[in-house]
């Protein structure tokens, strides 16, 4: 049995969905029981199959306004901080929250470093233009970052692609504003220069925005808050390119909004970022995804779906091609 931990609290949309997304990963897979953190009264009255869940109780969690290491000392019956504790302590493949970002990096360092006393990244795996996939690290919990630590994120990407998806010598680019090694602002020069020098790293220099998902790197270092753009503007310009074609196919009528409803599908699948699951915490002891606030149940379940194929040595989507081909 695989046990998997869920924080309950923190969501956008209620503690409510993130049960509806626990109802589906016990009916899909027999061989996983669950630990949820948060309201013991709501979990019960769910109707969820309780011979399978573990229930650990609180109602208190983290906005986005509070300090999450503040909140750390201040309130320790905040849901995140109990998920992680029993991840460090308990036999489990896992832990999905869809809460706070720093919360879960205060909490992963306080509970899941590794041995080295690596500094965690958010990881998200964004499908590209080549027909792969692209781990886009860091993607919003390290705001501010060295040079060193950009080149241990570097070294955690490109470790978890070359164990993921069996690529020998995953490829990895330093986000930056041109392709030229001069280019860029302090941090990423320093960055370069370092990456270029390390014999451990397939390093193939700088990446301009309008590459990041060309599939010319299998890995794509960045500070937090260029990652976070990178993820957000390319959802923002899927979603404006979908919208823009079932307009066009509903003006046009007739068999273009046929051939217009076709695309809209295939997009739609390939760039589904919920279907794609959550952002993956790497550097932890212990697997964290993280999804995002709005996040439903479906996305709750496909970040189950993503910890038992790793913990059954899997790539991530299984076979499963989201690109529809």
């Not at 302090?186 to 451990?200: A, G």
Request: proline letters at 2%; charged letters at 25%; aromatic letters at 6%.
């Amino acid at each position: 049995m695989h046990n998997i931990i869920i924080d309950t609290l923190g969501s956008d949309k209620g503690a409510s969905a993130i049960i509806d997304g626990a109802k589906l990963i016990l009916d899909e897979f027999q061989n996983v029981k669950l630990t949820l953190v948060g309201d013991e009264e709501l979990v019960k009255k769910s109707g969820l199959d309780l011979s399978r869940v573990k229930i650990i109780h609180t109602t208190e969690t983290i906005t986005n306004y509070d300090n999450p290491v503040e909140a750390f000392y201040k309130k320790p019956n905040v849901s995140i901080f109990k998920a992680f504790e029993e991840a460090s302590k308990e036999d489990n493949i896992g832990l999905i929250s869809a809460g706070n970002s720093g919360a879960l990096m205060v909490s992963a360092i306080r509970y899941l470093l590794d041995e080295k006393k690596t500094r965690p990244c958010m990881a998200a795996i964004l499908p590209n233009m080549a027909g792969g996939f692209t781990c886009l690290v860091d993607t919003g919990a390290s705001i501010d970052c060295s040079s060193s630590q950009l080149v241990e994120f570097a070294h955690l990407g490109s470790d978890f692609m070359k164990y993921t998806y069996k690529i020998d010598a995953p490829r990895v680019g330093l986000l930056s504003n041109g392709a030229e090694p001069t280019k860029g602002n302090k941090l990423v020069k320093e960055t370069h220069k370092i990456l270029n020098d390390d014999k451990y790293i397939n390093f193939v220099g700088n990446i301009e925005g309008n590459a990041a998902l060309s599939g010319k790197c299998d890995v794509l270092v960045c500070d937090g808050f260029a990652g976070n753009q990178v993820l957000k503007n390319s959802e923002g310009m899927a979603t404006n390119l979908i919208t823009e074609i079932v307009k066009y196919g509903k003006k046009s009528g007739g068999a273009k909004e046929g051939v217009a409803m076709e695309i809209v599908a295939h997009l739609m699948q390939t760039y589904d970022f919920e279907s794609l699951g959550a952002g993956i915490m790497l550097g932890a002891r212990k697997m964290v995804m993280k999804c995002r606030g709005s996040s439903g149940a479906k996305a709750i379940r496909n970040a189950a779906h993503i910890l038992v194929n790793i913990a059954e040595n899997k790539t991530i989507y299984d076979g499963e091609d989201k690109r529809g081909n």
